[in-house]
């Protein structure tokens, strides 16, 4: 993981984003479920990890016991538990000889307090209450604790990010040496995000980590150099792999692909990788029958390639995002609805040249969508949105981020949603005051985004006290939004998380 530099004082909430995706706990805190939203789950994040009630209050307040600050820098020996001597970088489940890791003889307090923090009853309750980046730290405290924070079940879901220069030491003579990926294996991570690796790196990988040929599910390659080979051995080599990810790899072909992929893979992200045009995904459509969902992003994809989806695929395909796919038109969309009748989450994000004409086809042929992204769409007007409300019933999401067309009158159509949970108009210039008051009957909605909506005011802004059920407000960047307001929010949306 990625190894902050010595000194920094940042809260312990900001390397998440590059560290790890925090899963959503048991118990409901430490959780963050990021979508496309706003950044109200960031700043839950922040907030101080609460201390539950299972702990005496004796041990509670103790300020002595030797736990590491939580906003200490992280390494990746860190991650694997470990506490290194100043300028290792060491992964494992061994502590150095040098180390300081005290035992539960050696803890501060009466007799019964000691016994309290070594307790695997109350540890087991307790950690879950902590971010993943927290129990990283606390893994360093003692053998006890971090016995009990090596358990699978307090990093499912989470997905460690390896860069380069992280996964090799450099011995005294100047050789590098693969690190050990042992502290991994012991808490089960099954999916791995790899930055800036080569083939060699790969292979290094697959030898290093024990769980890499049946155990790991999940593999993200970021700004690689992998090439056509590397592709294939990685796939045939990790057998357990069913979600792949390839951003910024433009090494590889639309020929590795054809290689390559493999039956038993069910998700596949690709994005931002110069060799993948309409070829590709015709070998994606042919490679992978059980594919349930596809993220794209390829400038040089055109309509064709949306014809080439089987009906195997019809079938099981239930998530779709073409992002910036900037030559498609309605004539894809024509073949993407044939193809994928089933389709529940659907993104044209960035694709430009789709109309109203190709949403109203949408919304004709896809009634089980539940999200919609139409983002950065500049042709779409407040005709498709009347498309949308008349035959998209279980919609559940709307994405309309840049949709610079769009008018209150379009806002007026999206009222009759009873469905609609989630309503992003980020940077819709042309929202006033009249189409929020539109919105105002809208009970189901939890979600609001009016961030950069130069129209608002506070007068208009203030009606939303109405939303009694709304959970969060974007007013980023708007206008409207004065210090007074967010007082009045407070005062009167007390349950709502309100972004400024």
């Given amino acids: 993981m990625s190894n902050p530099r010595n000194g920094d004082t940042k809260p312990p909430c900001l390397p998440r984003n590059g560290l790890v995706k925090i899963p959503t706990q048991p118990n409901g805190l430490g959780s963050a479920s990021i979508t496309k939203g706003t950044p109200a789950v960031k700043n839950r994040l922040c907030q101080p990890s609460s201390v539950p009630a299972i702990l005496s ?196 072909t639309e020929a590795g692909l054809w290689s390559s992929l493999n039956a038993r893979i069910t998700a596949l992200s690709v994005s931002d990788c110069i060799n993948v045009a309409d070829d590709a995904i015709a070998a994606i459509s042919q490679l992978l029958p059980n594919l349930t969902e596809l993220n794209l992003q390829a400038y040089h994809v055109t309509d064709t390639a949306l014809a080439y989806f089987t009906a195997k695929q019809g079938y099981t395909t239930h998530t779709l995002r073409l992002n910036s796919c900037w030559e498609i038109t309605n004539h894809g969309v024509v073949n993407m609805v044939h193809s994928l009748p089933n389709l529940s989450v659907l993104s044209l994000s960035g694709c430009s040249k789709v109309t109203d004409d190709g949403v109203e086809l949408v919304a004709e042929n896809l009634r089980k969508l539940r999200s919609l992204d139409l983002s950065w769409c500049p042709r779409i007007t407040d005709m498709a949105l009347e498309y949308i409300a008349c035959d998209l019933h279980k919609l559940e999401e709307l994405v309309l981020d840049r949709c610079v067309r769009i008018t209150d009158t379009g806002l007026s159509y999206l009222s009759t949603m009873s469905s609609l949970r989630s309503l992003y108009l980020r940077w819709c210039c042309q929202v006033q005051d009249f189409g929020l008051k539109h919105l105002l009957g809208m009970g189901s909605l939890r979600l609001l985004s009016l961030a950069g909506c130069p129209l608002l005011t506070t007068t208009g802004l203030s009606g939303l006290v109405q939303l009694q059920e709304l959970e969060e407000l974007e007013l980023t960047n708007c206008p409207g939004a004065t210090p007074e307001l967010f007082k009045y929010f407070s005062q009167h949306l007390p349950c709502c998380m309100v972004i400024e």
């Fill in 57 to 252: 209050p004796a041990l509670a307040h103790r300020s002595d016991l030797p736990i590491p600050s939580l906003a200490s820098p992280l390494s990746l020996a860190a991650l694997a538990g470990v506490s290194s001597p100043p300028g290792a970088s060491l992964v494992g489940l061994n502590t150095s000889e040098g180390s300081e890791q005290p035992s539960p003889e050696r803890l501060p307090g009466s007799p019964s307090e000691r016994q309290l923090a070594v307790d695997e009853k109350i540890l087991n309750r307790l950690f879950w209450y902590f971010s993943a980046c927290e129990k990283c730290v606390l893994a360093q405290v003692c053998k006890a604790w971090r016995r009990v924070l090596y358990q699978p079940k307090f990093w499912v879901g989470l997905t460690p990010v390896l860069h380069t220069k992280e996964l090799y030491n450099i011995l005294p003579g100047g050789e590098k040496e693969f690190v050990s990926l042992q502290g991994f294996a012991v808490r089960g991570f099954d999916g791995f995000c790899l930055v800036g690796v080569s083939d060699l790196d790969i292979c290094e990988f697959i030898d290093n980590y024990p769980l890499s040929k049946k155990g790991v599910k999940s593999m993200s390659l970021k700004r690689s150099t992998i090439t056509d080979a590397g592709l294939e051995v990685m796939l045939e080599q990790m057998q357990g792999v069913v979600r792949l990810e390839l951003s910024g790899c433009n090494d590889f």
